[in-house]
């Protein structure tokens, strides 16, 4: 449905990767749909020089080769919207220009107020950017809304996280502020709530009475390809723990929202955020693992180990893998272990929730081969997106034996419709003002509280190891012994590819 919401849509950093990869092409997506109000205009704003035309046409071959949508037909009437201005981050005298150039579109598309600034910048001008929007009026909603997008980090550790907290604060109001978590606007996290809350057959299990513990795996196959200098700062307890996995897991096991409105959803987030079992200083070691790839050989091809890779130091302590163990201290998970683990440079690319049930109290028949008396549920989030669950079966013949099968289903069956993309979504909720699916400050305030003692842990102590994996393993081995019980172990969806599977110190 055309929403009546004429705006202008900033985006600052236009001459970047993300601008090209996933903005515009969503935006043209949303375009081709309807989706975007017939008053409405796209300004690119960066530090490089462009005509209006030759934005234009780097956007136009942005589209072509990101194609969001298959019908590539609309391209030269939305490049029609699309505007450029260049600026200089963070000098102030050349926003009044920008503020000008605003001004003047409104006039000439008959456009409202309503503005949105997207900050596909680095994250150090997170703070800049809107204060110097807000010195010069640009937050002021008299006239319509003001809206910020803002992408992950939000902060690097919860000191500059309170930083940015109040930096933002001072002079926008919560509900100008979208921080995006690309993870809450895929479908199958948010049919984690449907799952549960729309069957009456998940939630009477859905406790620490039936659920033995709650594994949330992120596996990537792919390095830090050209992102070395980034992930350098980051790590994967930053770059996927802090905000995309903590969210899963609060969608994993949260109470029911009283509504599906924004912040019924947010406020049921922060409880589970605010009851997570601190993590002692001295129990850091029995409670987190980190790993870093190694060179291997994957199928007679060498792949580069992490401190090999283009602008890594060569001496990096910068962790590629991270698992970690944690309790929920509430009424409904009380005593019942979460495990959370990611990493790049692992066999395959999967992200996934497995509810791992409690055994039957006795267990009456042969245990087939494949025999594993803890049923699962597998939530897939990616790829290949669906819901197993795992249950024992008679094997044919005579006598009682059992063997574990999969009932499966995958959510391509669910409709030929077509799945639009996190970003899709998600910019389609921000000009709706829906903010159900970003993180508010609260919620990213509590995660990196949450995982301080382990960010202390790793940056401070010699005496923590980092572990080494073969690139194309399913990380260190340790990782296992993080897992309580000597019955259990997390669910392996394929084997390692690298020839020796085995794992170092460094
Ligand atoms: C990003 C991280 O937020 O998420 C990347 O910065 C990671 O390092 C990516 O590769 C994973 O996203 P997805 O959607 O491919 O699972």
């Known amino acids: 449905m055309q929403t009546n919401n004429s705006h202008i849509y900033v985006i600052f950093g236009a001459s970047g990767d993300l601008t090209k990869r996933k903005l515009v092409p969503a935006l043209y997506a949303l375009f081709v749909q309807n989706l975007l109000p017939v008053k409405f205009a796209l300004l690119g704003v960066s530090r490089s020089h462009f005509s209006d035309d030759e934005f234009r046409d780097s956007m136009k071959s942005a589209i072509n080769t990101f194609k969001e949508i298959d019908n590539i037909k609309r391209i030269d009437e939305f490049v029609k919207l699309i505007y450029y201005s260049s600026i200089q981050f963070d000098d102030v005298t050349t926003y009044l220009p920008l503020k000008q150039r605003i001004g003047e579109l409104r006039v000439k598309l008959d456009i409202s107020g309503n503005t949105m600034f997207y900050l596909s910048t680095p994250p150090s001008l997170y703070g ?204 409904r998970w009380g005593g019942v272990p979460f495990y959370i683990r990611t990493g790049k440079r692992l066999p395959t690319r999967v992200t996934e929730v497995v509810i791992h049930f409690k055994p039957t109290p006795h267990f009456l028949f042969s245990k087939g081969l494949a025999h594993n008396a803890h049923n699962q549920l597998v939530i897939r989030i990616q790829p290949d997106e669906g819901v197993l669950l795992k249950i024992g079966m008679k094997i044919p013949g005579a006598g009682f034996e059992v063997q574990n099968v999969n009932m499966d289903f995958h959510y391509s069956e669910l409709s030929h419709q077509r799945i639009p993309s996190a970003y899709e979504r998600l910019i389609y909720d921000s000009i709706r003002g829906d903010s159900t699916l970003f993180a508010r400050t609260d919620e990213v305030i509590e995660a990196w509280k949450f995982l301080s003692p382990i960010i202390e842990n790793w940056k401070s102590s010699k005496d923590v190891p980092l572990y080494g994996y073969p690139a194309g393993t399913w990380g260190p081995e340790k990782a296992d012994e993080l897992i309580e019980d000597n019955d259990q172990t997390w669910r392996y969806p394929c084997k390692n590819l690298a020839d020796d599977g085995i794992y170092c110190e460094l």
Do not use: C
């Open 128 to 331: 800049t950017i809107p204060s110097i929007l807000a010195s010069i009026g640009l937050n002021n909603e008299l006239d319509g809304w003001k809206r910020v997008i803002i992408e992950k980090p939000f902060g690097y550790d919860l000191a500059s996280a309170i930083k940015l907290k109040d930096v933002l604060l001072k002079d926008w109001h919560e509900g100008q502020l979208f921080r995006i978590d690309h993870y809450l606007g895929k479908e199958t996290v948010q049919n984690l709530l449907v799952t549960r809350f729309s069957n009456g057959i998940f939630e009477p299990l859905w406790n620490r009475n039936y659920i033995h513990h709650v594994e949330i795996t992120s596996a990537e196959s792919i390095g830090v390809e050209k992102r070395g200098g980034y992930y350098e700062s980051s790590g994967a307890l930053r770059d996927m723990v802090q905000n995309h996995l903590l969210q899963v897991a609060a969608f994993t096991a949260m109470e029911s929202p009283s509504s599906l409105e924004p912040d019924a959803i947010r406020y049921e987030i922060l409880k589970v955020f605010q009851s997570l079992r601190p993590i002692k200083k001295e129990d850091v070691t029995t409670h987190a693992i980190r790993g870093q790839y190694l060179q291997s050989t994957i199928k007679g091809e060498t792949i580069s180990g992490y401190r090999e890779e283009e602008g890594v130091n060569p001496n990096s302590v910068t962790e590629t893998f991270a698992a970690i163990k944690f309790y929920i201290d509430n009424w």
